[in-house]
């Protein structure tokens, strides 16, 4: 899990000073389009639009841009269409990758994520041969300066998580039901959240050594790229060997 909860906060630390906005806001955008469409146009009765809307607030897309996603999603006005597919391979060292996707074009897709896979010294696999090692599960994290471990007790429990983890970070994990409702309580109550993410959790792990570098930059390569929305690894790293990787 510390790969993931570090990965996570890389991300979004990035995320702040990222040029890239536009890149970003139109994988947003694409949420909120097949959110809509598969669940309908409330986010009162449609919790992942919910989710997907306030993730496309939080990085400041603009509300008509997403008041037309909607509509998109659900019909009123013609846009692109989207579907989601998810691809499964290994990365250097034998690293575990579940990539999430949504595209127009699935062919163009999977030869694209095939190149990015094997340029990295990984490759491509058939569906099903690694997504059993991840849990879906809901994400939160909170700097430790935030609040007393004591403290985080007494939120987990309010909140009702699964699961908390003291560490560099305190690590809140939910059922992915109740991840909207925690992410709403967390906001309401002003936590501040250094990550949050409706996460594939890997359940066992790889230790990454000299081929940190190589997982890294699959890892954004693929996270770069157009279509994909969601990457996951099953890898972790030593603090140091991070640090000269992402300086």
């Not at 060292?93 to 163009?108: F, H, I, K, Q, Y």
Request: proline fraction near 3%; charge should be negative; hydrophobic fraction near 40%.
């Amino acid at each position: 899990m510390s790969g993931h909860s570090k990965w996570a906060g890389i991300k979004h630390k990035k995320a702040v000073i990222d040029a890239k906005r536009a890149k970003r806001w139109t994988k947003l955008v694409r949420e909120v389009i097949v959110s809509a469409r598969l669940g309908g146009g409330d986010p009162d009765f449609n919790p992942r639009l919910r989710s997907a809307i306030n993730d496309a607030k939080a990085d400041n897309v603009p509300n008509d841009t997403i008041d037309r996603a909607v509509q998109k999603g659900t019909g009123e006005l013609e846009g692109e269409s989207f579907e989601e597919v998810s691809y499964e391979g290994y990365g250097p060292g034998g690293v575990a990758v579940l990539v999430e996707a949504m595209t127009d074009n699935r062919n163009r897709t999977v030869a694209e994520l095939r190149h990015l896979f094997s340029r990295s010294g990984g490759n491509l696999g058939e569906n099903g041969c690694v997504a059993w090692m991840f849990e879906r599960r809901g994400y939160f994290a909170i700097e430790a300066d935030a609040m007393s471990e004591e403290e985080l007790m007494e939120l987990a429990v309010a909140l009702g998580v699964d699961d908390f983890e003291v560490g560099e970070a305190y690590e809140l994990y939910t059922t992915p039901e109740d991840y909207a409702r925690v992410r709403q309580e967390l906001e309401e109550r002003e936590v501040p959240l250094a990550a949050w993410e409706l996460a594939m959790i890997p359940q066992s792990t790889v230790q990454l050594g000299d081929n940190a570098g190589a997982v890294l930059r699959l890892m954004e390569s693929l996270e770069d790229h157009d279509d994909v929305q969601h990457v996951w690894a099953n890898f972790e790293v030593d603090d140091s060997v991070l640090a000269a990787q992402t300086q």
